[in-house]
């Protein structure tokens, strides 16, 4: 059963979110401060990560990119937890590598459905063996992205949203199908998440990024 690690300091909501992951079958490990989470990390690796942003000891962004930088650990979901709210906040959490942000207070029903989801595409299910266009390839089964034969190294939700155009290859998906699916959910009024993450994903992907055309008022599609 998948490991969830949770860095929250404050212990009500700590033992909120400990109590719902554990009834829904996971196995959970809490953390009160970025230090105690590294020493753990070392030791065993995470499925899943809930990072608190507004942390005593290093601010949770900070811990995002110290643990993204750890071998092994690009690919981990993390999802931030915390009351900030405005859309600037989100997209910078995003655009600093957290695959998922939920605000405080949420509903336990969707703090696990929003976690199904991650593990769900971080794990691989209903993956295919092997897509392209041009020079991007995308192993399905090693979850291995080459662009002119060099590995390129995303992030789980890049790696799906690419997967997701590549399945469907010449036609454009709009912005709502991508979001629904890439994110499990409505997210309606933020759509600058997947417009962050386009960005991000014709950068890694270099000259082979302008692949991914922009369709004015509809969404996105690859050639």
Known sequence: MAWIYIVEDDSSIREIERFALQNSGYQVREFACGKDFYTEVSQRTPDCVLLDILLPDEDGLEILTKFRAMPGMRRIPVMMVTAKTTELDKVKGLDMGADDYITKPFGIMELISRVKALLRRSMGIGEEDCLTAGEISLDGVRRLVCVAGQPCDLTY?????????????????????????????????????????????????GSAGALIRTVRNVGYKID
């Open 157 to 205: 939700k890049e790696y799906e949203l690419l997967k997701l155009l590549l399945q469907n290859r010449g036609i454009v998906m709009s912005r709502d199908i991508i979001m629904e699916r890439i994110w499990d959910i409505s997210f309606e009024g933020e759509s600058r998440t997947l417009d962050v993450h386009i960005k991000t994903l014709r950068q890694k992907l």
